[in-house]
């Protein structure tokens, strides 16, 4: 600035000189020239003020870089703006941008994810939980959707040696499971529901059963140790007792905000 302010004040001296007329126009154009020439050259050789970079000044007292790094500091919500702003105003372009740039550099993408495993891990951790009932019902909106093709492949699984094995294993474990539990234990359990509530009704919501959706029920889970004494049965929608799944009738009705009866 203080360079700046000299050379002004030197053409500042010129003009006056030219207009008394002290010298000629060649002489007046060679001082120009010269106090020009100064100018150019002093600010030429300026450097960043940052210490220790010597890069040439380009703007407030600061080189490119740091003069590009302090702006991105001071302006970093209306940058903010601007990116959004350009990807939502470019969206197709920029999808179709980033699938040919992953095709042409798929080791990029490997490499990178190796690189950061654990935060990826982290990542999806974190958004499992935030989002448990968004994915559950994105999960059973598919299911739905692609029921057949589940049938289908479990079908097939079913016919391989690990299929085979799980049946095997799920029928052993259902029988052990209903070792001492007798047809009169059963309908001893269908009779006094009825007689509870006048139709057969489920235990977990207590609407009425109807299109053979009727369950057996037990309040303390096999297994949890519950029993297949008539105590520890009941009948309940097949939804209602698979919703339940391995909680106890207490844990169910405090999941659901009622009190068990």
Known sequence: MKAYNKIMHRLNTLKI?????????????????????????????RTCEIKGCNNKHYAKGLCNKHWRKQYRQDNKEKIKKQKKQYCQDNKEHLAKYKKQWQQENPEYNKQYYQDHKEYFTEKVKQYQQDNKEKIANREKQYYLTHKEHFAEY?????????????MKANDHNRRTL??????????????????KYGVLTCCLCFKP????DDSLEHATPLIRQGTNDYN????????????????????????QGVLGI
């Open 154 to 166: 479990f079908k097939q699984w079913t016919q391989t040696p690990a299929g085979k094995a799980s």
């Open 178 to 195: 209903t070792k001492g539990l007798t047809k009169a234990i059963v309908q001893c359990a269908y009779k006094d529901n009825i007689k």
């Open 232 to 255: 520890n049965l009941g009948i309940a929608h097949k939804s209602c007792n698979s919703q339940k799944h391995t909680m106890t009738k207490e844990e169910w009705f405090v999941k």
């Open 17 to 45: 000189k030219l207009h008394r007329r002290r010298f000629s126009v060649i002489h007046l154009a060679r001082e120009v020239y010269a106090v020009c020439g100064a100018f150019l050259l002093e600010n030429n050789m």
């Open 209 to 212: 059963i109807i299109n053979n």
